[in-house]
């Protein structure tokens, strides 16, 4: 995609567009939840559906001339039931977290409780968090993963269910690095008639490849976003059984939001058709090969991981224990220096700040896209090990830099 156009009308938002483009082809994106669509879905979100109101759904609009609007999210709606096999889909939430605001508009009342992992042990705002609106609306009690393990601990989830008596319990995380079993937190649901809300939004990828069991058919509920692991156009998306279906479409719309983004829903609808062929599943397993690889490359760098290591995407570096002198910001800068991008992360029982935490997080789904294997990936595991080692060592810091400048040429982005 050219922006001569957008150059020609406003050189200073086409020089920031171009310089972002470079940016992501010379650094190493390894934020988890980031990836990199393809050219296509890139091309179907600047498309003429921008232009375009549809507030309704297929066959139903409030304004005219929907026509095409209704096929791209038709084919959407299809496509997504392919991937993850639920009876109902909406793919017009604009986001993750609109996606959530949709579940609970649909089933709870203000001032109803929700229990949900604690946002430093790898939960997320909309969750629950007192600086969100669920945790303004709705009384908000909070699980925490085992200290020791750094896993889930579902017969305490399911004490504290008992307890609290809940009226939804949330699963998904943004920060969690293990499987979920989602069958467990079903259980401890079921045990006090709570609804089960799963947001797979970083797995939405792993799930449809088959490398995360999937909640779909399990949890009341699934959300997620669509431009993390499954690589489409950005957004959000609600799944559920048919009984619940007008109850979340009116929350949708007219609930939470107004017009459909139906340019993203066109991204949308493309990015799944691209995961709906065979090579999204090499993608899908590689991602979490590298992941594998990363997590054990940083181990044998003296790096603690959360848990231990990785079953999914991403790892969660608590660096407290190797560099107890060194928050999780100040790795995180240094490591932007050369063009590493990830992000400073809090650690389950965090002693710093959320500004400045302790950890950092590392996600593969970005540097997958690109063509890394297993090998690839170990070299940057050891660039980010040498980076966090010596911060503050120019030598290290340009010779890191190099060997990313050379990844970034051997593993090219958007040629
Ligand atoms: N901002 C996303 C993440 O990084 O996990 C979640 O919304």
């Not at 069958?183 to 797979?200: M, P």
């Not at 489409?232 to 059984?241: K, L, P």
């Not at 062929?277 to 959360?306: C, I, W």
């Amino acid at each position: 995609m050219s922006y001569d156009r957008v150059r020609e009308a406003d050189p200073a938002v086409a020089d920031a567009l171009t310089a972002e483009r470079e940016r992501q082809k010379r650094t190493l994106a390894m934020i988890a939840s980031e990836n990199h669509a393809s050219k296509a879905v890139l091309e179907a979100q600047s498309s003429e559906l921008t232009n375009k109101y549809a507030e309704g759904y297929p066959g139903e609009r409030y304004y005219a001339g929907c026509e095409y609007a209704d096929v791209v999210e038709e084919l959407a709606i299809e496509r997504a039931t392919e991937l993850w096999g639920a009876e109902h889909v909406n793919v017009q939430p604009h986001s993750g977290t609109q996606a959530n605001m949709g579940v609970y508009l649909a089933m709870l009342e203000p001032g109803d409780k929700i229990l949900s992992l604690d946002l430093t042990h790898g939960g997320h705002l909309s969750h629950g968090h007192p600086a969100n609106f669920a945790g303004q609306l709705f009384d908000v009690e909070q699980y925490e993963v085992d200290p020791e393990t750094g896993y889930l601990d579902y017969e305490g989830l399911r004490e504290q269910a008992e307890q609290f008596e809940p009226d939804v319990i949330v699963s998904g995380f943004s920060a969690y690095p293990r499987e979920v079993d989602f069958e467990r937190v079903q259980a401890a649901a079921d045990a006090v008639g709570a609804y089960h809300l799963a947001d797979i939004a970083h797995i939405t990828g792993l799930v449809a490849a088959g490398e995360h069991e999937s909640p779909v058919g399990v949890a009341d509920f699934v959300t997620g976003s669509t431009h993390k692991t499954i690589r489409a156009g950005r957004g959000g998306i609600i799944m559920c059984d048919e009984e619940y279906a007008d109850a979340i479409d009116s929350a949708v719309f007219p609930g939470g939001q107004g017009g459909p983004l139906m340019h993203n829903i066109a991204g949308k609808a493309v990015g799944f058709g691209e995961a709906l062929e065979p090579e999204f599943s090499t993608y899908a397993a590689q991602v979490v090969a590298n992941a594998e690889a990363l997590g054990e490359r940083l181990t044998e760098h003296g790096l603690s991981l959360v848990s231990g290591g990785t079953d999914t995407h991403l790892v969660l570096v608590d660096l407290r224990d190797s560099h107890p002198d060194t928050p999780g910001g100040e790795a995180e800068e240094a490591l932007e220096s050369v063009g590493v991008i990830l992000n400073k992360n809090t650690v389950p029982g965090e002693t710093r700040s959320p500004f400045n935490p302790s950890g950092i997080r590392a996600g593969t789904p970005a540097l997958t896209t690109r063509g890394f294997d297993e090998a690839a990936t170990r070299r940057v595991a050891d660039i980010i090990a040498r980076v966090i080692d010596a911060p503050d060592n120019d030598d290290v810091l340009d010779a890191a830099s190099a060997e990313v400048d050379e990844l970034c040429e051997e593993f090219p982005l958007y040629e």
